[in-house]
């Protein structure tokens, strides 16, 4: 008979992880330089027409973005730190941090240098659930990198998105 409501046997709910690295640029360049931890951090080109790359949550706090003139960044907070970005260390570190990601599903689709979705809905009988899996994720990620990401676990990209947004920094959300 009809199973209304519940998913067709044998084929188990989808489990997506959608993960964040939080302000990842900035971020990095905090860790690197211990100077500039605890301080307003923006990543970005310094000419005058340059743009915001990466804003740490120190500078966020005075309405500073990704995506701003540098100009008007500095005007809303003149103790901000300019850090030229370096992307091709970036890179680097996102390597690190996609190694962990095949660590544990090979069903990664990577949406830039700091942010990808995973499926892991095949490793959970191996791994266990999908919330163990997503712990487990953010904890590599710190022991190997010391930085921090904010994770999302759902049914589905939309709602793992979604999810990951709602405890930054360094959240971790379950939608079952």
Partial sequence: GARRGREPIGLAVRKIIHVDMDAFYASVEQRDDPALRGRPVIVGGTGGRGVVAAASYEVRR????????VREALRRCPDAVCAP???????????????????????????????AFLDVTA????????????REIKNRIRERTALAASVGVAPNKLVAKIASDLRKPDGLVIVP
């Fill in 62 to 69: 005075y309405g500073v973005h990704s995506a701003m003139p």
């Fill in 85 to 115: 970005p370096r992307i091709a260390h970036y890179a680097g570190v996102s390597s690190q941090i996609f190694a962990v990601f095949h660590e544990f599903t090979p069903l990664v689709q990577g949406l830039s240098l700091d942010e």
């Fill in 123 to 134: 490793s959970i009988a191996a791994l266990g659930d999908a919330a163990h899996i997503a």
